[in-house]
């Protein structure tokens, strides 16, 4: 099996049939990844621009790295970038709604909905960047280095803004509020 590397330097002779394999590779990766930060209708579109800018952009690609998938999550970043520029001026937080939702019991939707809004105001006090790291890391299942990769950044940056990340939530009101569990109160029948 050829490498993503490999892959893009044979597109660049010519051979269309391996950028469209790298693309089938990493296509569910990158389109869950944009359907979280921008909802699934604005992430089709946006999924459509990243594959055209990644094959435009692909002669500057890195070929000492074997996997394309922090690329690509970059192009993903940037398209992302410029989409919320065109919206609202606040970057939102990661959307942490599933993309398939099972059935609930109704007591637990409204703890869910309860939670996930604790989450995102969390989430956006963040920095930018201590949020895309940790979005990166957490959501996306990239090691820390692929992270800063995306981001442009060094490793080291990454694991300090990750850890910055941690900390401010760990001491977030709203998740202090989540992990504190109400002592139950022993009742005694007589």
Known sequence: MSSDAELIGR???????AF?????????????????????QAAEDLLGEVW???????????????????WLFGVAL????????GGPAAEPAADLTPAVSDWDPWPEVDTRVDTQALLRRA????????????????WEDLTVAEAGRVLD???????RLLHQARKALRDAPEVTALLDVPTTEKTTHG
């Open 153 to 159: 950044l060094p490793a080291g940056t990454a694991r």
């Open 123 to 138: 989430l956006a006090r963040l920095k930018p960047d201590e949020r895309e790291v940790l979005s990166l890391v957490a």
């Open 20 to 40: 469209v394999e790298v693309v089938n590779r990493h296509e569910a990766a990158i389109g869950d990844y944009l359907a979280r930060r921008a909802g699934r």
């Open 78 to 85: 940037n398209r992302l970038r410029r989409h919320w520029r």
């Open 52 to 70: 055209v800018a990644a094959y435009e952009a692909r002669a500057g690609y890195d070929r000492s790295h074997p996997e394309a998938r922090p």
């Open 11 to 17: 597109s660049l002779s010519g051979d269309t049939r």
